[in-house]
């Protein structure tokens, strides 16, 4: 045997695991990377915001077949009784949720089922009148992005940021949609409790042949109540950038990017 083939047999192999420049799941889409640590504590006394990413392919979310399918994720999710969908806005790219459960597994499973549901309709959805096979590739790239709303005024921010939400990305310009008082592409028309409407939400003005998003009903005191410390709710206010302990400007008076 050559003396190089003899060295060969002694040399330390590298090992293969352990902590390393670029190891782990490789980031699935550009807006990949939400932590994968551990969740903070829930409870039933707390709501959470949801912020969910679709990838590239699933295209804009804002059009009548997409709408539907999360309209049928709703529907899914609505039959549990420790999870429930309070509000729901769908942007182009991700979609907002107010959410309530009973504990930190409810929300978990029940998030998880909406998702799976979400996914299967969406792909459905896009697949409809293609050639070829149905979509069946990744809808969501990555981890939901959740925050918990612990006070009056982050509750009244959240539910404003995601019923106005369309105000924030400049959706209320389009060609239809700047005669639309509120966004038919979220379940802001039943919030009974616009400063404009007295009570009556908007959910009676609606576009022909469009049945509305399927949410239940506020059970925490922060979404039923507390909210309201901190004042109505205008269907102009245009949501800032500044997270859920930002401020609010009306309609007209410049947008965050």
Known sequence: ????????????????????????????????????????????????????????????????????????????????????????????????????????????????????????QLNAAISKGRPGPRRRGSVFPDRYHAVLIDSPRQARHALSYVINNWRKHGEDRGEFTRRWDVDWYASGPMFPDWKERNGKG?????????????????RTWLLRVGWRRHGAISCREVPSAGGLHGGIRKSGEGRSS
Request: charged fraction near 25%; hydrophobic fraction near 40%; glycine fraction near 8%.
């Open 1 to 120: 045997m050559a003396d190089s083939e003899q060295l060969a047999l002694f040399v330390e192999k590298k090992k293969r695991g352990g902590k390393r420049r670029g190891a782990g799941r490789p980031a699935n889409g550009p807006r990949a990377g939400e932590s994968h640590e551990r969740r903070p504590f829930h409870d039933s006394a707390h709501p959470v915001h949801v912020v969910l990413r679709t990838v590239k392919a699933i295209g804009s979310l804002r059009r009548r077949q997409t709408y539907q399918a999360i309209r049928r994720a709703t529907q899914v999710a609505a039959r549990r009784q420790d999870f429930r969908i309070v509000h729901l806005s769908i942007q182009r790219t991700h979609v907002h949720l107010l959410v309530e459960a009973r504990s930190k597994a409810a929300l978990a499973t029940g998030m998880q089922g909406f998702q799976i549901s979400a996914a299967k």
């Open 202 to 218: 908007f959910a009676g003005g609606r576009p022909p042949d469009w049945p509305l998003m399927v949410v239940g009903a506020p």
